[in-house]
């Protein structure tokens, strides 16, 4: 499972978070119901699946990610690092 390293300069868990926050209550409640992570919107513009740091900091990632730190299986993924996919890349 890929994690981001560190929360970006907008997460949702922080203070420059880009939605509202009942929004951000909203995405918490149905992440939280479903059992699943937060996609960092940084890796999702990259056509990425990497969870927030902020949520693997303040909910584990759901069952699945606190399963996955406890076997090790935790990659943590630096924001540079994030490239886009080549449909999405501006020529």
Same mark, same amino acid.
């Given at each position: 499972?890929?994690?981001?390293?560190?929360?970006?300069?907008?997460?949702?868990?922080?203070?420059?978070?880009?939605?509202?926050?009942?929004?951000?209550?909203?995405?918490?409640?149905?992440?939280?119901?479903? *059992?699943?992570?937060?996609?960092?919107?940084?890796?999702? +513009?990259? &056509?990425?699946?990497? =969870?927030?740091?902020?949520?693997? *900091?303040?909910?584990?990632?759901?069952?699945?990610?606190? +399963?996955? &730190?406890?076997?090790? =299986?935790?990659?943590?993924?630096?924001?540079?690092?994030?490239?886009?996919?080549?449909?999405?890349?501006?020529?």
């Amino acid at each position: 499972m890929k994690v981001m390293e560190e929360r970006c300069d907008q997460c949702l868990y922080g203070p420059n978070k880009i939605v509202s926050n009942k929004r951000r209550s909203e995405i918490i409640r149905e992440i939280t119901r479903k *059992d699943c992570h937060f996609i960092c919107h940084k890796a999702s +513009i990259a &056509g990425q699946d990497v =969870a927030c740091r902020g949520d693997f *900091d303040q909910r584990g990632c759901g069952q699945l990610g606190r +399963i996955m &730190g406890r076997l090790g =299986a935790i990659e943590f993924v630096k924001e540079e690092t994030l490239v886009r996919s080549p449909q999405e890349s501006v020529t």
